[in-house]
């Protein structure tokens, strides 16, 4: 299976301090995607990393990719209350085919 | 919630009872999606369909049933056959060109089977 794995399962910071979040996956991969969910809604997606991608970046998040260790990292900065969701990660092999979500972080950002 | 809307919100259905989930997109998506999430849990493929009169099992297909004679279209009956219904049901659209698949999400419709 290509499950993305997240770590940790859960999160609890202050606002204003950055979250980190991590996925592993377990095959090759053409790109990878973090996608937000607040409780009990759907799934919002932040940002699209490709394999021959090492970094991106989207206003306050920050994504990286390493391919050799076939894990992804996604940085919030300066975080907020609002970030507070559930946070996932989705392995795309390409075109045509599907993702496979893992089990997803729970941020939680305490004011 | 991206164009696609879900209904009903919240569903309440009776042992034995087949169920119909409605999912409708207007950004002229060729691909939909249908995810099922436990509590506490990511998502589980159920059914995808790239095109038209066209779709293809996913991981968790037992019990469930899924037509696509429309583009905009991709509903999803639970049938008595699925055992442990009661989840949160999650459609979702990708467009599918230009290398462009990111999934646009609808808000989720809640079964539960009382």
């Known amino acids: 299976s290509q499950q993305g794995e997240e770590d940790p399962q859960a999160l609890s910071i202050q606002e204003g301090e950055n979250a980190t979040m991590n996925c592993s996956y377990k095959t090759s991969i053409n790109n990878l995607q973090w996608y937000r969910q607040n409780s009990g809604r759907g799934l919002v997606h932040l940002i699209l990393?490709?394999?021959?991608?090492r970094e991106k970046h989207s206003g306050r998040l920050r994504v990286t990719l390493d391919t050799s260790k076939k894990s992804s990292s996604l940085l919030i900065t300066a975080s907020r209350a609002a970030d507070t969701a559930s946070y996932f990660c989705?392995?795309?092999?390409?075109?045509?085919?599907?993702?496979?979500f893992g089990p997803g972080t729970r941020l939680s950002v305490l004011p | 919630d991206g164009g696609i809307t879900q209904s009903p919100k919240y569903l309440f259905r009776k042992e034995g009872q087949n169920v119909t989930l409605s999912c409708e997109q207007n950004l002229n998506h060729d691909a939909m999606y249908w995810y099922r999430q436990d509590p506490g849990q990511g998502l589980r493929l159920i059914y995808y369909?790239?095109?038209?009169?066209?779709?293809q099992k996913g991981d968790i297909a037992e019990g469930y049933s899924v037509s696509r004679e429309k583009k905009e279209s991709f509903p999803l009956t639970v049938t008595s056959a699925q055992k442990n219904p009661t989840a949160f049901y999650l459609c979702?659209?990708?467009?599918?060109?230009?290398?462009?698949?990111?999934?646009?999400f609808g808000p989720g419709t809640r079964l539960t089977v009382l």
């Open positions: 990393i490709r394999s021959n991608e």
């Open positions: 979702a659209s990708s467009p599918r060109w230009r290398g462009r698949n990111e999934q646009f």
């Open positions: 369909s790239q095109i038209v009169n066209d779709f």
């Open positions: 989705a392995t795309g092999k390409g075109e045509g085919q599907n993702f496979v």
